[in-house]
């Protein structure tokens, strides 16, 4: 029995598979196995599966695509090792990233199931890098979040404080992921901390303080599919909701947060800016926040821009002040 089963699920993704997959092959454990789930593509995935002359690499082939969250079940359901590790087809490992996390598994009790580590983004160009050292300074103003266990690293990830990225991040034992039954296949959206979620009521996750996965900035659904699928997660966790938000923890708050920033990536301004007045927001999301809402001036014409910018202006800015006016009555 291998140690470790990496799962690689894709569609249509022939240009960017080979570097996954090659990614997982050199990894500096060897007692591994790459079950790569065919979710039913029809590029060449088929012929760039049938040249690795590699017995470690499993191919398991859907004969019409069901989409990334069947296709990681899939794996799941294939797997052989002791561990499972998940990789999407457009991301890839540093060669160490295995051993680093099952060096921070070794030692700990049986209540830790599993480990997760930092990420990074392949940004191009100088917009890329400034943008990224933007947002790496201005996240380091907040009080760090707990990153490791099991209760309130749950709140941690419910209030999106913490984002494990399951579908490259993360080395769970197999049997607690058949027993959690996967990923949520309904779920168009926020599969990965919902799994998360999960796999903390069964046991504790660790946690790497490095970037040992590398990932491509990669499209988003449309806002409204976004939308619908954040009520989803929120109700389906709803009194684990309920009772992180009477611990302080700022749930709903967050989400709004999220939602308000695909509005606004789309130009649909005066929505996100309602939604922007009920989020939650601090200096590390400025970076975030701005960069949306550029994109969706983009989309506008200039005479509706204006307008609406005072709105986002206001939103914001009322929001801090009464946060502000509490604190201080406190």
């Given at each position: 029995?291998?140690?470790?089963?990496?799962?690689?699920p894709t569609?249509?993704r022939?240009a960017?598979?080979?570097?996954?997959i090659?990614s997982?092959?050199e990894?500096?454990?060897?007692d591994?196995?790459v079950v790569?789930?065919?979710?039913?593509?029809?590029?060449?995935?088929a012929?760039?599966?049938?040249?690795?002359?590699d017995?470690?690499?499993r191919p398991?082939?859907?004969?019409t695509?069901?989409g990334?969250?069947?296709?990681?079940?899939?794996?799941?359901?294939?797997?052989r090792?002791?561990?499972?590790?998940?990789?999407?087809?457009?991301d890839?490992?540093?060669?160490?990233k295995?051993?680093k996390q099952l060096?921070?598994?070794e030692?700990?009790?049986?209540?830790?199931v599993?480990?997760?580590?930092?990420?990074?983004?392949e940004?191009?160009?100088?917009t890329?890098?400034v943008?990224g050292?933007?947002?790496d300074?201005?996240s380091r103003?907040?009080?760090?979040?707990?990153?490791?266990?099991?209760?309130?690293?749950i709140?941690?990830?419910l209030?999106d404080a913490?984002?494990p990225?399951?579908g490259?991040?993360?080395?769970?034992?197999?049997d607690?992921?058949?027993?959690?039954?996967?990923?949520d296949?309904?779920l168009?959206r926020?599969?990965?901390?919902?799994?998360?979620v999960?796999?903390l009521?069964?046991?504790k996750l660790?946690?790497?303080d490095e970037p040992?996965?590398?990932r491509?900035e990669?499209?988003?659904?449309?806002?409204?599919?976004?939308?619908r699928?954040?009520?989803?997660?929120?109700?389906?966790?709803?009194?684990?909701?309920?009772?992180?938000e009477t611990?302080?923890?700022d749930?709903?708050a967050?989400h709004?947060?999220?939602?308000?920033?695909?509005?606004?990536?789309?130009?649909?301004?005066?929505?996100?800016?309602?939604?922007l007045r009920?989020?939650?927001v601090?200096a590390?999301?400025?970076?975030?926040l701005?960069?949306v809402?550029?994109?969706?001036v983009?989309?506008r014409?200039l005479p509706?821009?204006?307008?609406?910018?005072?709105?986002?202006?206001?939103?914001?800015?009322?929001?801090?002040a009464?946060v502000g006016a509490?604190?201080?009555?406190?």
């Amino acid at each position: 029995m291998p140690r470790v089963s990496v799962i690689i699920p894709t569609y249509n993704r022939a240009a960017t598979l080979s570097h996954a997959i090659d990614s997982a092959l050199e990894q500096t454990i060897e007692d591994l196995e790459v079950v790569v789930v065919d979710d039913g593509s029809t590029d060449d995935t088929a012929s760039l599966l049938a040249s690795y002359d590699d017995p470690r690499v499993r191919p398991v082939v859907h004969a019409t695509n069901q989409g990334a969250n069947v296709a990681r079940n899939t794996g799941i359901d294939h797997a052989r090792g002791e561990y499972v590790a998940f990789l999407d087809s457009d991301d890839y490992w540093h060669r160490k990233k295995l051993e680093k996390q099952l060096n921070a598994l070794e030692g700990r009790s049986a209540d830790w199931v599993g480990v997760y580590c930092d990420t990074a983004y392949e940004l191009s160009g100088t917009t890329g890098h400034v943008r990224g050292l933007i947002a790496d300074a201005l996240s380091r103003t907040d009080e760090e979040p707990t990153m490791e266990g099991d209760e309130e690293l749950i709140g941690e990830i419910l209030t999106d404080a913490v984002q494990p990225g399951a579908g490259s991040t993360l080395l769970v034992r197999t049997d607690v992921a058949r027993e959690i039954d996967g990923f949520d296949e309904s779920l168009d959206r926020f599969q990965d901390p919902e799994f998360c979620v999960r796999v903390l009521y069964e046991g504790k996750l660790a946690y790497v303080d490095e970037p040992l996965v590398i990932r491509e900035e990669t499209g988003h659904p449309p806002a409204n599919v976004v939308h619908r699928a954040d009520r989803q997660y929120l109700e389906k966790h709803e009194d684990a909701v309920e009772y992180f938000e009477t611990l302080g923890y700022d749930v709903y708050a967050s989400h709004e947060l999220v939602i308000a920033k695909r509005y606004l990536a789309e130009g649909r301004l005066l929505r996100g800016a309602w939604h922007l007045r009920r989020a939650a927001v601090s200096a590390r999301h400025y970076p975030g926040l701005l960069w949306v809402a550029g994109t969706g001036v983009r989309r506008r014409p200039l005479p509706v821009v204006a307008s609406v910018f005072l709105v986002l202006v206001a939103a914001v800015l009322g929001r801090q002040a009464l946060v502000g006016a509490t604190s201080t009555a406190e």
